[in-house]
């Protein structure tokens, strides 16, 4: 797997039309396969997943589901943790190139070499990490549950918060906490969205609700921007990717404002047509992500490929991890 951001030439050439579709779906039924795409993956993924959503409530499905094989439109993590969750399924992800710069931002051997300088300090990261890294976690989180994990830890123990610290500044404040220490990871994309090309669009959109995701540049800026008044507090919601969803059935707002990556337009147009969903940053596109390409999905369904191996002994550490995190709270999100 490579995610640095050099140059990866995605597989592609092939138009997702209907006779694409259909080919998808009988491999699909040939592999006993189910089919599931992250909310940013691109629409036509979208649309020809059996299920879609985030990357733990996928996983979940995955875990629950009668089919075999899993094929996960996403990121190599994301398919790594649906292996964990489910060591005896074969779990392919079409093009295993596709990374994540924030998973990316924090290895194994750093984690632990991290742990050594802090003896006795309890590890939270968030799932957006490699198996390697949640085998070294005490506790996984999700963006919605990331504070009632680090609530759960006693006041005395110190914290070290993985990897990205956007969200790491976010639990630190909520929870008051002072000895949480907070790795300097982030996500070249959430990265790009920020506090001050978030005020001038709310200043232009002023009923428009603010859908903000953690992990972007922008979350402490719109807390900071709403305790001003310069944004009105209750339009700002920081929100996961599958909560989202939910909040974009309920609101009362004509248009909303999302920060978070782009594929997520998608499911939210999908969940309430009638309301104007627009981009805080309309280039924020992992290109992770959209290296699920059509072509890549049936090369992935005609060959077997990519398959996710997770050694045992590591799968074992990192279920225990995830495992922990859903005992403390039903986990809604994640990226
Ligand atoms: S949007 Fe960022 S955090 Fe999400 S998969 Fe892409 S690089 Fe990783």
């Known amino acids: 797997m490579t995610s640095t951001l050099q140059e990866l030439t995605p597989y592609s050439g092939i138009e997702p039309d209907e006779a694409w579709a259909e080919e998808v779906r009988r491999l699909a039924r040939e592999r006993d396969a189910v089919l599931l795409a992250h909310n940013y993956q691109s629409p036509a993924i979208q649309d020809i997943a059996d299920h879609t959503g985030d990357s733990l409530a996928l996983s979940r499905i995955a875990a629950a589901s009668d089919a075999s094989t899993i094929v996960f439109c996403g990121v190599h993590?994301?398919?790594?943790?649906?292996?964990i969750l489910s060591p005896d399924k074969t779990v392919l992800i079409p093009d295993a190139r596709a990374g994540?710069?924030?998973?990316?931002?924090?290895?194994?051997?750093?984690?632990?070499a991290w742990k050594a300088e802090h003896p006795g300090a309890v590890v939270v990261s968030y799932v957006n990490t490699t198996a390697e890294v949640k085998a070294e976690t005490d506790i996984c989180c999700t963006s919605s549950n990331a504070v009632d994990v680090v609530a759960s830890i006693p006041e005395d123990r110190e914290v070290l918060f993985c990897?990205?610290?956007?969200?790491?500044?976010?639990?630190?404040?909520?929870?008051?906490?002072?000895?949480?220490?907070?790795w300097a990871g982030e996500c070249h994309v959430h990265a790009g969205i920020n506090g001050p090309e978030l005020a001038e669009r709310a200043a232009a959109n002023p009923d428009a609700?603010?859908?903000?995701h953690p992990e972007c540049g922008c979350a402490t800026s719109a807390l900071y921007l709403a305790g001003e008044?310069?944004?009105p507090?209750?339009?700002?919601?920081?929100?996961?990717?599958?909560?989202?969803?939910?909040a974009a059935r309920d609101t009362k707002a004509r248009s909303v404002l999302v920060a978070t990556e782009i594929g997520?337009?998608?499911?939210?147009?999908?969940?309430a047509p009638e309301i104007d969903f627009q981009a805080v940053n309309d280039r924020a596109s992992c290109r992770f992500m959209k290296m699920i390409t059509p072509a890549a999905l049936l090369r992935s369904l005609r060959e077997g490929a990519d398959e996710v191996h997770v050694d045992q002994e590591t799968a074992a550490r990192a279920r225990a991890s995830v495992q922990r995190m859903i005992e403390i709270g039903q986990p809604g999100g994640g990226e």
């Open 77 to 83: 993590f994301m398919a790594e943790t649906a292996k």
């Open 100 to 112: 994540c710069s924030l998973a990316d931002s924090i290895t194994g051997a750093q984690l632990r």
């Open 264 to 271: 997520m337009l998608h499911q939210l147009r999908k969940a």
């Open 233 to 246: 507090r209750e339009k700002v919601k920081i929100l996961s990717t599958g909560d989202m969803v939910h």
């Open 229 to 231: 008044g310069t944004v």
């Open 163 to 182: 990897p990205d610290q956007f969200l790491g500044a976010h639990v630190k404040r909520e929870t008051g906490r002072d000895n949480i220490h907070v």
């Open 209 to 212: 609700d603010l859908f903000i």
